[in-house]
């Protein structure tokens, strides 16, 4: 099993930044990458960014390329998510997640993001 534990949500204005932090835990040797993922009201899961823990590899979603940045601290084994230029549709609940394989197996319980205009 590994342990999630995501951080440093809040209530932040439009074009005001905030960063996100995620905690791994337990058995994290099997774990290939670990992703960002949001669910707004009334819509979908939606991915948000991926990096692959051993060569820090990432990919992001077309509507935050350019905005947000991911980013992991081994050491710490922990994945940030910085997020830049923030829209109220960005406004979501924000949750990490892990991959040990091609789909993401263990998920955080969510931290809550909400951008004011």
């Known amino acids: 099993q590994v342990q999630l534990v995501e951080s440093g949500g809040g209530l932040v204005q439009a074009g005001g930044s905030l960063r996100l932090s995620c905690a791994a835990s337990g058995r994290t040797f099997s774990r290939r990458a670990m992703g960002w993922f949001r669910q707004a009201p009334g819509k979908e899961h939606e991915f948000v960014a991926d990096?692959?823990?051993?060569?820090?590899?990432?990919v992001y979603a077309d509507s935050v390329k350019g905005r947000f940045t991911i980013s992991r601290d081994k050491a710490k084994n922990t994945v940030y998510l910085q997020m830049n230029g923030l829209k109220p549709e960005d406004t979501a609940v924000y949750y990490c997640?892990?991959?040990?394989?091609?789909?993401?197996?263990?998920w955080g319980q969510g931290t809550q993001v909400t951008v004011s205009s």
């Open positions: 990096i692959t823990w051993v060569s820090g590899a990432t």
């Open positions: 997640a892990v991959r040990t394989g091609r789909e993401y197996d263990y």
